[in-house]
């Protein structure tokens, strides 16, 4: 099927990209370039093999989007675009629901326009809120606590209500937990600008000597040894998540959680990567975060039950991967100042 990924030369989009290729689908990607770089398009044609079309347009120009929806035959859409940095959504509220929202419903609205029935969206756990894990996709939308995760759930409140109003409009809302890993090639990965914000990219970069220690933030948590636990999954077991979903669209709304169901602790990430790779982290106990729950972990059974998929990458492959893809990357990544 010929699929629009929308943000799809960022870190998840590019990944899902490869898998959809891989299964036989053709792919059309509009990315604004916002947090991303064209040298990825280059990547993927290396990975696999095809030239995907490219659009350089912002997916909250209706007039723009619309043109790529005149120029291919689209059959459905991943629409993976989006701001997605927390603290930032904080200090930019009308960013985030601008870009969030107001991208959700012009390819929404498109798809309607041009008979476009199959969506998948990238959900996230934080609409959760802070309810107890595991975390089942039947529980009610939690209380968000920033404006990012206030933009998740509204476009899944917006899907929703479209497929209401829409019966053949098939979606699925895919509530991923911790994204981290790389394409084994080392080719794709994860690649934020400046001083990262999550845990994974910050270990690689104080691996790399980038960044002087990782800051632990918090070890009085009520977790097995007082650090943060997260439900991390490796971003090609979650890429083929996507192609699941998508295979399997039923009219009207599904969601899913996207982990692998198993907690992991801050202390026991760093670990596995300085054992899987050999390398030091230097890491210091820090307060906490402000917002940081002590644990997040999915119930992964319905996307296993009803789609076949569930992650196959454990922690190990996933420092490895993470690794090899930093260790790889050249780039601007090093201009910046260390902080302390
Ligand atoms: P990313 O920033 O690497 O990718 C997003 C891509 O969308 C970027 O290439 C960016 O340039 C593009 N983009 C942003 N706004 C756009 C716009 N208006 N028009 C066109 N392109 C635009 O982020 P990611 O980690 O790959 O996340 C992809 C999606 O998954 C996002 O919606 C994010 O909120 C969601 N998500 C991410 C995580 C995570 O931890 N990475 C977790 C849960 C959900
Ligand atoms: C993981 C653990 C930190 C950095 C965020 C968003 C969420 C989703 C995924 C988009 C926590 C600890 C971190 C550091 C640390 N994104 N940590 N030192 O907060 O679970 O989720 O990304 O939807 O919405 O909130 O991920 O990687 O920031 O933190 O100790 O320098 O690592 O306290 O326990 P988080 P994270």
Redesign the pocket.
């Known amino acids: 099927m010929k699929i629009l990924v929308?943000?799809?030369?960022?870190?998840?989009?590019?990944h899902t990209c490869v898998e959809l290729a891989k299964n036989g689908h053709t792919v059309v990607i509009?990315?604004?370039?916002?947090?991303?770089k064209l040298e990825t398009l280059d990547r993927l044609t290396e990975i696999t093999g095809a030239r995907m079309a490219f659009y350089r347009?912002?997916?909250?120009?209706y007039r723009a989007t619309a043109e790529i929806f005149a120029a291919h035959t689209i059959e459905g859409v991943m629409?993976?675009?989006?701001?997605?940095a927390v603290g930032e959504s904080v200090e930019q509220p009308l960013a985030y629901y601008y870009?969030?929202v107001l991208?959700t419903i012009t390819i929404a609205k498109l798809c309607l326009e041009y008979g476009v029935n199959k969506f998948v969206f990238?959900?996230?756990?934080?609409v959760y809120g802070d309810q107890a894990s595991p975390l089942y996709e039947d529980m009610a939308l939690g209380q968000t606590t920033n404006p990012?995760g206030e933009t998740?759930a509204m476009s899944e409140r917006i899907l929703t209500d479209v497929t209401k109003a829409n019966p053949r409009f098939a979606v699925s809302l895919l509530?991923?937990?911790?994204?981290v890993g790389a394409h084994e090639s080392g080719l794709i990965g994860?690649d934020?600008n400046g001083i990262p914000n999550?845990l994974m990219p910050y270990v690689t970069r104080v691996a790399k000597g980038l960044l002087p220690c990782l800051r632990v933030f918090g070890n009085d948590y009520d977790t097995p040894d007082g650090t943060g636990v997260r439900d991390y999954i490796h971003v090609v077991d979650l890429a083929l998540g996507h192609v699941a979903a998508f295979e399997n669209l039923q009219p009207g709304v599904s969601i899913f959680n996207l982990g692998t169901g198993k907690g992991t602790s801050v202390l026991e990430l760093v670990h596995a990567f300085t054992a899987e790779n050999g390398v030091a982290v230097p890491y210091e106990i820090a307060p906490r975060r402000v917002g940081d729950v002590a644990t997040c972990f999915a119930d992964a059974s319905r996307a296993a039950r009803d789609l076949g998929w569930r992650a196959k990458r454990g922690i190990r492959e996933m420092v490895r991967d993470a690794w090899r893809f930093e260790s790889a990357t050249k780039g601007t990544k090093g201009t910046f100042p260390f902080v302390r």
Not at 30 to 36: A, E, G
Not at 175 to 179: A, I, K, M, T
């Open positions: 929308t943000g799809g030369l960022g870190y998840i989009g590019s509009v990315d604004n370039l916002s947090n991303s347009v912002d997916v909250t120009d629409h993976f675009a989006g701001l997605k870009n969030n991208g990238s959900s996230s756990a934080t990012y998740k509530r991923y937990f911790n994204p994860e934020p999550n």
